[in-house]
């Protein structure tokens, strides 16, 4: 697996590049914009340039952006999922112009205001199609686009969908496009939705093979939990001292199908400070590589 984490685009797009390199990220995640706002200004093509020219310097391969967490296509009332659809769309237009291989976002909510009908599979499925639609009119209004939208599966929080491997595989499938359309686990939000890495590491994988498909799993966000299994809460915790632990760690670092995926941190950083990414990263690489007697001990800290 190649990693890296989340760099900070502060001060300028190319920043991000320049953070990434001083952290050993292989690869990067960054916002491309604002994440309170809507709107953004376009990206300035000398702006582009001095990204992929940072980029290019730092060696990063796969940059991927993470959409605004305002974003929800998925939501049942018309103008506020066309709002959403336009700044999704901006956001696509903004990866394709920066050269990023991947827009990962978050399905989506229902939004019904009822509480038990949280989990009402019509309610969800619904939500699942109107994402679906969004994500091809994506497809279909960048028809030259290089990027590839990446389903991020939820913690299933409230209202949010995409919780399940059947949720996740039910909406790629209804996008359809293999090409630019892929799939990023998050370990932290599978955990949290109930999947046991922890004790049933191999179950679980066989479950996401036959719902989602090995085959579309592009990338991982690299989290440990704050929080038990199951509890449906989205918490990230450092690596590796949240409930996954170190030995689900370093079966996922040593697990040969994923050596060709890319992994982004998205762990809580310690005083805003990305030496904690950058221990982490090496942590992870020590693991992935087999120099694990070289690392200090991540435990202690
Ligand atoms: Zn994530
Ligand atoms: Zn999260």
């Known amino acids: 697996m190649i990693l890296g984490g989340h760099n900070s685009i502060k001060g300028g797009l190319h920043n991000a590049a320049i953070e990434a390199a001083s952290i050993g990220g292989e690869t990067m995640q960054i916002f491309c914009k604002s994440q309170r706002q809507w709107k953004a200004k376009p990206i300035e093509p000398e702006q582009a340039a001095l990204f992929r020219e940072e980029v290019a310097r730092a060696g990063l391969e796969r940059v991927m952006v993470h959409d605004s967490y305002l974003i929800n296509m998925g939501t049942p009332d018309d103008a506020k999922r066309e709002n959403a659809y336009q700044a999704f769309a901006t956001e696509l237009e903004r990866c394709e112009a920066l050269g990023a291989a991947y827009l990962n976002f978050h399905p989506g909510s ?22 679906a639609a969004c994500m091809t009119r994506a497809l279909d209004d960048f028809p030259d686009g290089k990027t590839m939208l990446v389903i991020e ?3 299933g ?6 919780s399940t491997w059947a949720e996740v595989g039910y909406l790629a499938d209804a996008v359809g496009d293999e090409r630019r359309v892929g799939v990023c686990v998050d370990t932290q939000h599978a955990w949290a939705a109930g999947y046991d890495w922890v004790d049933d590491y191999d179950a679980v994988w ?4 036959g719902q989602v498909g090995l085959r579309r799993l592009v990338a991982f966000h690299l989290n440990d939990s704050k929080q038990p299994l199951g509890a449906r809460v989205d918490r990230h915790d450092n690596i590796p001292t949240g409930h996954l632990g170190e ?28 030496g904690t990414y950058k221990r982490e990263l090496a942590y992870l690489r020590a693991l992935r590589d087999g120099t694990e007697a070289a690392l200090p001990s991540l435990q202690a800290a």
């Open 247 to 274: 030995a689900f760690w370093r079966t996922l670092m040593t697990d040969g199908r994923f050596s060709g995926a890319a992994g982004y941190l998205e762990t809580p950083l310690e005083d805003g400070d990305v």
């Open 157 to 162: 929080q409230g209202t949010n969908v995409g």
């Open 110 to 131: 229902h939004t019904h205001p009822s509480k038990p009908m949280r989990d009402d599979k019509a309610e969800r499925e619904a939500c699942l199609d109107r994402i």
């Open 206 to 209: 066989d479950d996401f093979d």
């Open 153 to 155: 599966n939820a913690a």
